[in-house]
């Protein structure tokens, strides 16, 4: 199996290069990282899968961290199960600081089969462009019944800092409310 890593990046500038050294740790190298900049992460998201050649990408943002054994653990369960994603836990760093399921953060930082990304159609972009792209990619995957098989160890750190877009239970509610219409 061949992996890409695709980075959408604001250019975090305290924190990308402790994410691609994060990367370079790798027990397990990437095949291909592909780095996209734009104010429309689904756009970004969508243009990086389709420059990909890989059969699987692992999506990490540009302040997030991978533990080393991340890539290979991801791919040993996906290659050994009929997964279409495999997620793990995270522990939140910076701000907060903790560990969370996989169902807290869904989809962040899974390694995900490119084939299921084609099936969906790809990411779609929330009215404002950047919010819950990646909550609706998720829930667009469970719609199609994919399936999905957790590490419930914490393979990477989520960055939590001053100024990033977060996930509110009230967008949650509206993002399950629109998936039913």
Not at 28 to 35: A, L, N, Q, T, W
Not at 38 to 54: C, E, F, K, R
Not at 149 to 171: A, D, F, N
């Amino acid at each position: 199996m061949t992996i890409t890593i695709i980075m959408p990046t604001r250019f975090e500038r305290d924190y990308i290069t402790e994410a691609f050294q994060s990367i370079y740790n790798q027990t397990r190298k990437p095949d291909e990282i592909v780095i996209v900049k734009g104010h429309n992460q689904a756009a970004q998201m969508n243009q990086a899968v389709n420059s990909s050649t890989s059969d699987a990408f692992i999506y990490l943002a540009d302040d997030d961290l991978l533990n080393p054994d991340f890539i290979a653990r991801h791919e040993e369960v996906m290659n050994n199960t009929d997964a279409d994603i495999v997620c793990s836990s995270l522990q939140e760093i910076g701000l907060r600081n903790g560990v969370h399921e996989f169902w807290d953060k869904p989809f962040m930082c899974s390694l995900i089969k490119r084939s299921l990304w084609k099936k969906v159609g790809g990411f779609d972009a929330w009215p404002d462009g950047q919010s819950l792209v990646d909550g609706q990619f998720f829930h667009k995957c469970l719609k199609v019944g994919a399936k999905i098989s957790r590490i419930t160890e914490p393979l990477w750190k989520y960055r939590v800092h001053e100024g990033q877009t977060e996930i509110t239970m009230e967008q949650t509610e509206e993002l399950h409310r629109r998936l039913k219409e």
